[in-house]
């Protein structure tokens, strides 16, 4: 049986353009990281969040949910001229008894925790500027933490006519967990500092307050939100890597980072052409 937990915090922030649903009876998770400002990124993350969730329970696929929440932000913005220029992210798990498949939009990621391996997996490749760069060798991971533009995504739902959506599939072993956040937490904790979190925490529980209130503590410039999906049986199939950290300073995989780390004693809610399509979009949303 899947345990799936999931918490959001604005942060620093006034207001809260994250939004999330768990459904472990679904077999369902969901982030969205909502763009355009007060009233409109919370509008479109909602908006993405409601349409994916209802067509997931009637049958549909997540990249087709996906696309029919893309063509409903379109619509409502096209109505609306105050919500001109909204989208959000998403990233979205679907589970048939331990196999799951994701998908996503945007730059809110998916981890695969193995805690008897000390190996913490990114497994989704961010829709961002940064990671265009990375991926072409142009700048190194660690250039990427630092970049002036790393916030700049390359793909919203809301934004833009056709959506390239990405897709993983895999299987959830018994010792593992899945956690899915908004880029709140990964631009205030470093992946090493999750895994030193995650390995810490005696539950999951534990582990979903630990992540948001460091990353509150450490800056909380955005909204933060996690979920962190538990359970499986037998052993795990995992989808490539994108980059892997090791808990114990392990030799890491090529174009991954890692550290040897010491162990640390470490609102919660469980259900419930040429200049580049990236200035477009830096213009669009702003500075998240």
């Not at 409109?40 to 997931?56: F, I, N, P, T």
């Not at 409903?72 to 909204?86: F, I, P, Y």
């Not at 829709?127 to 991971?141: D, K, N, R, W």
């Amino acid at each position: 049986m899947l345990t799936i937990l999931g918490a959001t915090h604005s942060g620093r922030r006034d207001h809260n353009e994250d939004c999330f649903v768990v459904d472990a009876e679904l077999g369902f998770a969901l982030v969205a990281d909502g763009m355009g400002g007060y009233a409109c990124g919370e509008v479109a993350s909602a908006l993405v969040r409601d349409c994916v969730y209802q067509g997931v329970k009637i049958g549909g696929s997540l990249t087709q949910c996906i696309d029919d929440a893309h063509r409903r932000v379109l619509e409502q913005a096209s109505r609306e001229h105050e919500k001109n220029g909204m989208g959000s992210t998403v990233l979205a798990a679907s589970f048939d008894d331990n196999d799951y498949t994701i998908a996503w939009v945007g730059d809110s990621r998916a981890y695969l925790w193995s805690p008897l391996a000390g190996e913490l997996r990114q497994i989704s490749r961010d829709h961002s500027y940064v990671e265009s760069l990375v991926s072409a060798g142009a700048i190194t991971q660690e250039q990427a933490l630092v970049h002036p533009e790393r916030n700049i995504i390359t793909q919203a739902v809301g934004a833009g006519d056709e959506l390239a959506i990405d897709c993983i599939e895999g299987r959830l072993g018994s010792d593992q967990q899945l956690i899915l956040c908004s880029d709140g937490l990964v631009d205030e904790l470093l992946d090493s500092e999750i895994a030193v979190h995650l390995a810490a925490a005696q539950s999951p529980s534990e582990a979903l307050e630990t992540l948001v209130n460091s990353a509150v503590n450490a800056g909380g410039r955005d909204n933060i939100t996690v979920v962190i999906v538990t359970g499986g049986l037998g052993p795990a199939v995992n989808p490539a890597a994108v980059r892997v950290t090791y808990l114990h300073g392990d030799t890491p995989a090529v174009g991954s980072q890692s550290a040897s780390l010491e162990a640390v004693n470490g609102e919660t809610a469980a259900t419930g052409e040429p200049r580049g399509w990236w200035q477009w979009l830096r213009g669009l949303f702003g500075e998240r």
